[in-house]
């Protein structure tokens, strides 16, 4: 779909929940080894790999031109990907980064990291590795910005999630089979996510936002990234 429309008629978050809870009778185990194979992704996620949270509260900021429910729809769809993402990161598993599936090969960065960590020695990391979205939003920018600011490559619409990292016990697992323990100092610090993209429905893995470039920021530090993180408050 388009990052210029909106999906189709009806309650974009009555589809979302549909097609969410439809994927597990839809697929069988034999057709989500195959899509991941075909992708060239082995061996396959766990089939609950992109489910969490969904308790977000979302605010459209998008003056009318989007519903509350597609801004939901979309922030959800959006959450899932992160989930993507971050197994790919947290599993070190670069065959799913550079799938394409959740955003262009590579995701952004991602694969990067991933090489980076294998270079230490690192196979995985274990503990509580999710985040805790705070709130969320759709901005609409408008395209006097856009076409100021051709090199950021923002979408018509993007999302902005404002979250932190959750307190707990996390681990770095070696490959040589040490495991280490860590802790992140700033764990309950908020942070600012911006993400340029457009929704889809993927046949095999529901409802996604596919992230075309995807940003931390800070609200208000003279960027134009800034200022639209800036526009979501706690």
């Known amino acids: 779909m388009s990052p210029d429309k909106t999906p189709r008629r009806g309650s974009a978050l009555s589809v979302l929940l549909v097609a969410m809870s439809s994927i597990t009778n839809t697929f069988a185990a034999d057709d989500w080894d195959s899509f991941w194979r075909s992708v060239k992704v082995s061996p396959a996620p766990s089939r609950d790999f992109l489910e969490g949270q969904d308790d977000v509260v979302v605010r459209n900021l998008t003056v009318g031109r989007l519903s509350d429910d597609t801004a939901k729809a979309w922030v959800l769809a959006d959450l899932r990907r992160s989930r993507g993402d971050n197994y790919s990161l947290y599993n070190l598993r670069r065959d799913i980064a550079d799938a394409g599936i959740f955003g262009p090969p590579g995701l952004n960065g991602t694969s990067e990291e991933i090489d980076r960590l294998r270079g230490q020695g690192i196979e995985k990391f274990t503990g509580d590795l999710s985040i805790d979205v705070v709130t969320a939003a759709v901005v609409w920018v408008s395209p006097q910005q856009r076409r100021e600011h051709p090199d950021i490559g923002l979408t018509e619409y993007v999302i902005v999630l404002l979250y932190r990292m959750p307190p707990g016990r996390r681990a770095k697992q070696y490959a040589d089979g040490r495991s ?35 940003w931390t920021c800070v609200p208000h530090d003279g960027t134009l990234t800034g200022e639209i993180c800036g526009r979501l408050r706690p």
């Open 180 to 214: 280490e323990p860590f802790a992140l100092a700033d764990a309950i610090q908020l942070r600012w996510q911006l993400d340029s993209g457009h929704f889809f429905e993927h046949p095999a893995l529901g409802p996604l936002w596919y992230q075309h470039r995807g």
